[in-house]
């Protein structure tokens, strides 16, 4: 029988006996979480969200949705007797006129960026490790629909200021709008309530950005974790570790005890962040009027990629029947996100049609282990950031004295090659990475241990890897393919006979099976053992 630890069985009595609910909190109390370290980088996007909300709250106070036309009168000199809206107006107030107004604006807006890139390292290490399969697929959309709903959040809440930059911002935002064809002119005129700019976007967006997606965000969420509850955790491979347990420390007391300590660093590094280093500084950039447009604008880095494919893209546009359909905005606008968001929803399924692989994964793998899923996540990882360095691409012609022509055919080619290197590279290094656990597994590790031979020769001793490191490396397994596609002279299914099936059988067979056995043999011509028995080897 089980020993159920004070820490569980104290709270357990309690509430059982108020409440009757003794066996639901034992069970759920001492439920087990992995320790690797990158399990704690989706941690990271919920503490986050945890201050936007508590933050936000503490905003809301003060600030007013309104594009009502005011006269500043407020402490800030350089703005004194210029007209602006009053949710302009409001963030000036809240910045220098309301005690610590400042500081929870910047740690409001440096949370809302830590929230979208913890969100993002969070969908690479799961991506990375094929966290994704079976049985977790909704859980991967469910994450993808977060991520997609908090980049709108984002998008909403940047624009509340009505500054010069955040309106510069929106103004894209309706130019993308008027691109799509038939329905544009009616979404720009639906959101704006008439022509641009309008009198009611802003209230509009604030009510979007305080109820509508922050309830989303919450079901979101809660459907991402109780999923993650019921389904358990994947773990890394390693000793004792198997497709039906988990390896770690329970719920309550070590893991609460974790999880309270990490939230409180992740709000110190904010207010840390928010204390020393200044971000938007919404009154140098002066009230939004749509006739004007700061120098250097750029917006936030999550969006940074769509400006970076709008500065890219040439100026390509169809005239017919007196219509024109603005490519150059309408491209950049939805083929980068189809690509990225359309591959990321659908790649869980393709994987499993191409590898005919149906069954439940709660071992993740080393991204080193499947090259292909490596080097695909890379390459998409490359294009990603070379679309967010162009959005820049004027401060670097300004910077560095290059002729902004030159940035955007560099870019233009980088962001067709670069992926293309990226993906190559990646594969190579990972079957380099295999290939090097192999011989670890059959000489050793290198011990820094220098002796000499018998004939005089000095070589260097290798000792047997710990058993938790061998455990680990032989967590390998080799990746499914298709019955037939190992060319073992099985004959097809009918289902790989025609063109498609042929396809498919050439794919798996080129993402499937093992590319560096761990069994390779690696020879070498001289190797120094340690002796059985012995810690060391004599030294010469």
């Not at 008439?194 to 009611?200: A, K, L, S, W």
């Not at 080193?368 to 070379?386: E, K, L, Q, Y």
């Not at 000489?443 to 490191?469: K, M, N, W, Y």
Request: with cysteine; charged share 15%.
């Amino acid at each position: 029988m089980t020993k159920i630890s004070k820490a569980v069985a104290g709270p357990s009595r309690f509430l059982d006996e108020r409440l009757g609910g003794a066996n639901f909190l034992k069970r759920n109390l001492r439920k087990v979480f992995p320790d690797h370290w990158s399990f704690l980088l989706g941690e990271i996007a919920l503490y986050a969200f945890i201050v936007l909300l508590l933050t936000g709250t503490f905003l809301t106070f003060w600030y007013v949705p309104s594009m009502e036309h005011v006269t500043y009168d407020g402490p800030y000199a350089p703005l004194r007797g210029v007209e602006m809206s009053a949710a302009y107006a409001s963030s000036l107030e809240i910045s220098f006129e309301v005690r610590g107004g400042l500081l929870l604006r910047q740690i409001h807006h440096w949370a809302a960026l830590l929230f979208i890139g913890g969100l993002m390292v969070h969908m690479l290490r799961v991506f990375f490790t094929g966290a994704y399969r079976k049985p977790r697929e909704l859980n991967w959309l469910i994450g993808l629909t977060l991520f997609t709903v908090a980049l709108v959040e984002g998008l909403t809440g940047y624009s509340l200021p009505d500054d010069l930059l955040s309106g510069a911002g929106l103004r894209i935002t309706q130019g993308v709008m008027l691109s799509i064809p038939v329905i544009g002119t009616y979404l720009s005129f639906f959101l704006f309530g008439g022509e641009y700019p309008g009198e009611v976007v802003i209230p509009r967006f604030y009510s979007i950005h305080i109820l509508l997606i922050p309830g989303l965000l919450l079901a979101l969420i809660t459907a991402h974790l109780i999923l993650m509850w019921v389904q358990k955790h994947t773990q890394m491979p390693g000793k004792g570790r198997t497709e039906m347990n988990v390896v770690g420390a329970p719920f309550f007391p070590a893991f609460m005890a974790k999880a309270g300590a990490y939230t409180l660093f992740t709000i110190a590094v904010l207010t840390g962040l928010s204390t020393f280093a200044q971000i938007n500084p919404i009154w140098l950039y002066g009230p939004y009027s749509p006739a004007d447009v700061s120098a250097g604008s750029q917006p936030d880095f999550y969006m940074g990629f769509l400006e970076g494919a709008l500065r890219l893209m040439p100026s390509w546009e169809i005239n017919a029947f007196g219509f024109t359909l603005a490519l150059s905005v309408l491209i950049p606008a939805l083929v980068p996100l189809g690509l990225i968001f359309t591959g990321l929803a659908l790649y869980p399924f393709l994987e499993q049609w191409i590898t005919g692989d149906r069954r439940e994964h709660h071992i993740a793998d080393r991204p080193r282990n499947n090259p292909h899923r490596t080097a695909i996540g890379v390459a998409g990882v490359t294009f990603f950031s070379i679309l967010t360095i162009m959005g820049a691409n004027d401060l670097f012609s300004a910077f560095f004295h290059i002729p902004l022509f030159w940035t955007t055919w560099i870019g233009r080619f980088a962001l067709f090659l670069g992926p293309a290197i990226a993906y190559v590279v990646t594969y190579r290094i990972c079957v380099g990475l295999q290939r090097a656990d192999a011989r670890v597994l059959a000489h050793g590790v290198e011990s820094g241990v220098i002796t000499r031979l018998p004939h005089g020769e000095f070589v260097e001793v290798h000792a047997p890897p710990a058993d938790d490191l061998a455990a680990h490396v032989r967590g390998k397994k080799p990746i499914p393919m298709l019955p037939g596609a190992d060319g073992d002279g099985q004959v097809p299914p009918e289902t790989a006979r025609g063109l498609i099936g042929r396809l498919r059988t050439r794919m798996s067979r080129a993402y499937g099976g093992e590319k560096a056995p761990l069994e390779e043999k690696h020879e070498e011509e001289h190797e120094a053992k340690v002796p059985a028995g012995r810690d060391e080897p004599p030294r010469s």
